[in-house]
């Protein structure tokens, strides 16, 4: 074995203080100087040893305070070549105007402040969370008339102005961005609302971050009016076949407002799972249900089969506390919450839990206990609740008095759809008179196609999936409005081919180009259409059959959601696949950086971002491997040892992908301190799979600095982008 060579240097130093000396040793250990230096020593001494041994060593780019350590000039950085992209190429849905101005856009600054009018101050604080968690900066919320005056940046929301183009129409914005700051317009807070989701998408994909992260925070100047083709912009959530608890329907609200969507459609019981708690207030008086056994018995069911690698659907319930939260929530992020208690079919929770539903009419036939039999498959079907009981609508009046209180909204959903054991004489009373029990607590009916037999009153609500084409359309000429929700064009549960592990096929199986090349006044008949004005909106779906969890539901739900969205939001003759082609892989980055898993699949060229991190270390003996900053590439995947990443063109279990970066991109890292850059890896802990998009890679390198203070590094990619990072060296 070979002896490794140590020599040992013995200088007498000097401190500050002129009655104080120390003895300053230096380690040369194969070409390496180990320096111990006290922060009082001087960089003067420092260079001088450095000289003496011949190795080069720089002073700290921006130094920590203290005696005899100058501070220098920090390294220059250039956003990533990505970030270069006009506002007309950047907001998922597109604006209806959008103009790109000449000239710089707009930098958030430390010191920029938010000033708004009373009406905007709830928008204006959601605003500066999103921007105060990825940025570090203060970003003070401020009264436009109370503010001082000054010539700081800033970012104006006001409320209770008319948009010309779209007078009178409550979702409507204008949007401007300059160099010296932004300005926002709307009608109403939702409006105002919109504008923001709009002004992040203009602002790097990191602005979505959580954490902060050393970024230059720009927005391209741009000036957008704006308004929505339809009011009601919709995702279900099918939480009664596979729950999802409270905090991941938040993430997928969150989301969802990032898309602005405007409704929430909560599926809460089906034969699988009854998922809101009703409790026996205010029951009826010879009422005999006990209806604490609806979630006490089916809250504890799910779905059995149909899981990825056989996992079972996952059980709960929500309290009425828990969902009066969701759905307060919900508002805050303006989407309406629509719950769905879906009758007379798909009804076997609510009779496994309650003997008293079970009648001689009903399907399935009640086991020796008194009770339909459990049945946790993915039949359907097959169960009917009894039209002529009059307990069936003692039940059904508490169910929706209750449901009725927790609900702000004007809509409460029946469902309808499926009854294939039902009567059918059965089935249009028992829809025709819950619709009435709706309205009769002061709330308007939504259904699935099938209750139009039941008659439809003008303002009604019919959400077409699948058949009654002719019905649904006499039905809305009559003056109910649709809600369209082609299942082969809309429904998120489909596999998007068939290499994906979870969904399903029966209506066909597609990517989000399938979602967005339709219309909905002329899919049900393009030689007829229906008028702009019979349309209330449209709805992606999302069924549980195969979901477990909200990481499984993000990837069946997104990109495809988007898609829909911007079908409910802009007008037909601005949509172009290409176009938004472009704009969703902008889009992609910014789900990566928010923490929303989606399928990073191969019909968009996904954009990739780069940025820097703040970390402390000390001025050490040995090089140590530091995170300095953090990459997001969907489509990507990194090489075996993390020296460069790639779009994942492999066909194998998880398909292909695409990605903006051609070829391999690698990474190197300018540590600050003068010494060489060195070859960085970018490791992630969550690889691109089958069922998660790529995750964000970690930027590392191994680094040693010599002496103590703030350095400013940075992160250079191989077509020549920058990232900013800030290491913070203590002394030993």
């Known amino acids: 074995m070979q002896l490794l060579k140590i020599y040992t240097f013995s200088l007498q130093v000097a401190e500050s203080n002129p009655q104080s000396q120390r003895t300053l040793t230096f380690n040369y250990h194969l070409g390496d100087v180990l320096i111990r230096l006290s922060q009082r020593w001087s960089i003067a001494l420092a260079a001088t040893a450095s000289l003496a041994l011949g190795i080069p060593l720089a002073a700290p780019a921006a130094a920590i305070s203290s005696p005899g350590v100058p501070e220098l000039p920090g390294v220059i950085t ?60 203060s970003l003070p ?106 905090a991941e329907v938040r993430k997928i609200i969150d989301q969802m407002a990032a898309l602005k969507f405007s409704t929430l459609h909560m599926h809460l019981a089906d034969d699988q799972g009854w998922r809101l708690q009703i409790t026996n207030d205010g029951k009826e008086a010879d009422d005999p249900i006990d209806y ?44 309406t919450v629509v719950p769905e208690i879906d009758t007379p079919g798909h009804t076997n929770a609510a009779l496994h839990a309650i003997p008293q539903l079970n009648t001689g009419a009903t399907q399935p036939r009640p086991g020796p206990d008194g009770v339909a039999p459990l049945n946790t498959t993915g039949a359907v079907g097959y169960s009917t609740l009894d039209a002529n009981a009059d307990i069936t609508w003692k039940f059904m009046r508490q169910i929706y008095r209750q449901l009725a209180a927790l609900t702000p909204g004007p809509y409460m959903h029946l469902g309808g759809d499926e009854s294939k054991v039902t009567p059918s004489a059965d089935y249009r009373k028992f829809v025709s008179k819950t619709a009435e029990i709706i309205r009769g607590y002061g709330k308007s009916p939504v259904g699935w196609n099938e209750y139009v037999a039941g008659g439809l009153q003008p303002g009604d609500l019919v959400q077409q999936w699948a058949g009654n084409e002719a019905d649904t359309q006499a039905a809305v000429r009559q003056g109910a409005k649709l809600v ?66 909200v990481s499984q539901a993000e990837f069946l739900s997104f990109p495809r959601a988007a898609a829909v969205a911007e079908v409910g939001w802009t007008p037909a003759a601005k949509k172009n696949l290409q176009d938004f082609s472009k704009r969703l892989a902008m889009f992609g ?98 690889p691109r799979n089958a069922l998660q998009a790529s995750g964000a890679y970690a930027v590392q390198g191994t680094h040693r600095y010599l002496l103590p203070g703030v350095y400013q590094g940075s992160i250079i990619a191989s077509d020549g982008s920058r990232a900013p990072f800030t290491a913070t060296v203590t002394a030993r």
Do not use: C, H
């Not at 204006?124 to 968690?133: D, E, F, P, Q």
């Not at 008339?145 to 129409?169: M, R």
């Not at 068939?498 to 399903?504: A, D, E, F, R, Y």
């Not at 096929?505 to 229906?530: C, E, I, R, V």
């Open 484 to 549: 369209a929700s082609p299942a082969s064009m809309t429904y998120l549960d489909l596999k998007y081919n068939n290499k994906t592990p979870i969904g399903l096929t029966w209506a066909g199986s597609g990517d989000f180009p399938k979602y967005y090349d339709w219309d909905p006044t002329t899919y049900l008949n393009k030689s007829n259409p229906l008028p702009e004005s019979s349309i209330a909106g449209v709805e992606a779906p999302l069924w549980s059959e195969t979901v477990r969890g």
């Open 589 to 686: 980055p910014r789900m990566t950086a928010a923490g929303t898993n989606f399928y990073d699949g191969p019909n968009a060229a996904w954009n990739w971002s780069m940025a820097g991190l703040g970390y402390r270390t000390s001025a050490g003996i040995l090089p140590q491997t530091q995170t300095v900053g953090t990459l997001i590439a969907p489509g990507t995947k990194a090489a075996n040892n993390g020296t460069s990443i790639a779009a994942d063109r492999v066909d194998d279990s998880d398909g292909t992908a695409a990605s903006a970066i051609n070829g391999n991109l690698t990474v190197s890292i300018d540590w600050g301190d003068g010494t060489p850059a060195t070859p960085g890896t970018l490791n992630s802990s969550q």
């Open 292 to 335: 604490n056994r609806l979630t006490d018995v089916s809250g504890k069911t799910a779905i059995t089969e149909w899981g990825y690698q056989n996992e079972p659907g996952r059980t709960g319930f929500y309290t009425q506390q828990e969902y009066r939260d969701l759905v307060g929530y919900a508002q805050s992020q303006f989407i």
């Open 78 to 137: 250039q956003p990533s070549s990505n970030d270069q992209v006009k506002a007309s190429q950047r907001i998922v849905p597109l604006p209806v105007n959008v103009q790109d101005l000449p000239g710089n856009g707009f930098t958030l600054q430390s010191d920029t402040r938010i000033l708004v009018d009373r009406a905007a101050e709830p928008v204006a604080n959601i605003l500066a969370g999103v921007l105060r968690s990825s940025t570090g900066y």
């Open 141 to 246: 919320v401020q009264a436009a008339d109370k503010a001082p005056g000054s010539a700081v940046q800033s970012i104006n929301i006001s409320v209770a102005e008319q948009i010309a183009e779209f007078k009178d129409q409550p979702e409507a914005y204008s949007l401007r961005v300059t160099a010296s700051g932004v300005e926002i317009k709307a009608l109403t807070a939702q409006g105002a609302f919109n504008a923001v989701q709009s002004l992040r998408q203009l602002f790097p994909a990191f602005i979505e971050s959580a954490t902060p992260v050393n970024r230059t925070w720009t927005a391209p100047a741009t000036n957008i009016t704006d308004a929505p083709r339809t009011a009601y912009r919709s995702m279900m959530l099918d939480v009664a076949r596979s729950f999802l608890t409270p």
